[in-house]
């Protein structure tokens, strides 16, 4: 199979894989990227108002086109092959693609949250108008306003608890699933007087223009004014078998610099944060690529 080398390899083209490839390439390093074929997570956002420098809001593709763009204007390659396998332990790392095996000094790996599958019928035709997959972003649209959130892990309690605290009337779907939490968290939102729901399983969302509510399975109706639906598993399990640790939630255990249990493989962005958004992807992205230019300096 045909070889290609590289000072840098990274794992993921989001804006922490990107950022990463910003820093390496200035640094004079031969920097490649893979995308894959799933878009990153923030693909889904229709107007984000959180992210710094942008007066208006700006949409998820576009902010994402920048990054890509400015990346590449630098010199990096991008490309949207999917990594099938990794070998990381030696000192010069392998990662494959189905036509590929490229070996590099450092990888980084920014994999971001794995591609979510469909969950309820009509999901597609109300992204951003009604229907969002981040709290943290569009909950304060929702102020004095009631809202389906639909997850069944710590995240759906957190998120449920920023919502509250936003001052949205928000209320759990588990989607017919256990709420796997720590007792001490359900006792939190029971607390705050947030509805947990676990029998109900949801089927379809329905509105008009916008989200008017959801349909259960039995074909009730159930009003509010959005759906919110926690996303998914860090896309980190291809690369447990490679040796990396994971954290009890399955993101990939890093330290301070944003390196994992592997000398010369580093990590950021979705991957890794409990904190899931641009700044802390992009924050991430720089940590791990400044100290992974820092360790391949010290190999010369």
């Known amino acids: ?111 971001g949250m794995g591609p979510r599958r469909k969950t309820l019928v009509g999901e597609e035709n109300f992204v951003g108008r009604g229907l969002s997959y981040c709290a943290t972003c569009d909950g304060p649209l929702y102020r004095g306003k009631k809202v ?38 359900i006792k939190r939102i029971k607390e705050r007087g947030i509805k947990i729901d676990e029998d109900s399983k949801l089927k379809e969302v329905f509105g008009t223009q916008s989200v008017k509510g959801i349909i259960l399975e039995n074909d009730d109706k159930i009003e509010s004014d959005g759906v919110f639906i926690v996303y998914t598993m860090p896309s980190s399990m291809l690369l447990q078998s490679s040796g990396l640790k994971l954290t009890e939630d399955n993101r990939l255990d890093v330290n301070s610099q944003m390196e994992t249990n592997i000398k010369g493989v580093y990590a950021a962005g979705d991957v890794v944060c409990e904190v899931k958004q641009i700044s802390t992807a992009v924050g991430t992205g720089a940590t791990a690529a400044q100290n992974a230019i820092k360790y391949i300096r010290a190999l010369k």
Do not use: H, W
């Not at 390496?24 to 420098?53: H, V």
């Open 148 to 185: 389906i959130l639909m997850g069944n892990d710590k995240e759906t309690g957190e998120e449920a608890l920023e919502l509250l605290g936003m001052g949205v009337d928000v209320s759990i779907y588990t989607n017919g699933k256990n709420f796997e939490v720590e007792e001490s968290l």
């Open 1 to 111: 199979m045909e070889e290609e080398e590289y000072d840098v390899i990274i794992i993921g083209a989001g804006p922490a894989g990107l950022t990463a490839g910003i820093y390496a390439i200035r640094a004079n390093l031969k920097t490649i990227i893979f995308s894959g074929k799933s878009p990153p997570r923030i693909t889904l956002a229709n107007n984000i108002e959180n992210y710094p420098g942008f007066i208006e809001p700006i949409s998820g593709n576009e902010l994402l086109d920048r990054m890509q763009k400015q990346t590449e204007a630098l010199g990096a390659t991008i490309r949207d092959e999917d990594v099938i396998s990794a070998y990381l332990d030696a000192d010069e790392k392998m990662v494959s693609t189905k036509n590929k095996v490229y070996k590099s000094k450092v990888v980084i790996i920014a994999t």
